[in-house]
């Protein structure tokens, strides 16, 4: 019978729910892993640490949606392991997980839908001033250009941030959510105000 045209069977992840190997291959810390070892801030104080050690197993998670049919695949790249300190020097064996990702997707007949930040901030970047930093606009830029210039050859679907509302509300508003802060009105409607501007200049890239 098959789907409507425009259709696309898939599945959806995050990198930090996932991968794990946190610790593994260059990768740098994030403001999530940050955030876990705060007590009490996350659920039985679990982390993502191993997760569902995407980063070893991706070979059977591969396997797994062609098996199921699946079309289409939904997955973020992690900031802190493609540039350890979120600017400057890029880490290429982070880099090279999701090319292998990629070709093996491809290869298994679903088409990869390519989601560039999902919460998992570079706590370097944090360090600097995170989204109340006017900079981050440039460096999520920056970050753009390498990872669209390394998978943009294969990756046709491409999404900028993931629930600006949430990683914003939860995060810098709310304190509920990494890096669990509760800023004024004003400082929360400046982070929004860089996290569009940071979507406008991906686009561009």
Known sequence: ????????W?????????????????RGMSIWDTFCQRPGAVWENQTGD?????????????GLMEEI???????????????????GKVNAKGLAFYDRLVDAL?????????????WDMPQAVYDRGGWLNREIVDWFADYAEVVVGRLGDRVKHWFTLNEPQCFIGFGLRDGLQ??????????????????LLAHGRAVQV
Do not use: N
């Open 178 to 195: 990494a890096p669990g802060l509760k800023l004024s009105r004003g400082e929360v409607l400046r982070a929004g105000h860089h996290a």
């Open 106 to 118: 491809l290869a298994a007949g679903v088409e990869p839908w390519l989601t560039l930040y999902h």
């Open 10 to 26: 898939g599945a959806a992840t995050a990198s930090y729910q996932i991968e794990g190997a946190t610790r593994e291959d260059g």
């Open 69 to 87: 049919g699946l079309t289409a695949y939904r997955f973020s790249v992690a900031w802190p392991r493609v540039m350890p300190l979120g600017t």
């Open 50 to 62: 191993v997760a569902c050690d995407h980063y070893h197993r991706w070979r059977e998670d591969v």
């Open 1 to 8: 019978m098959g789907f409507p045209k425009g259709f696309a």
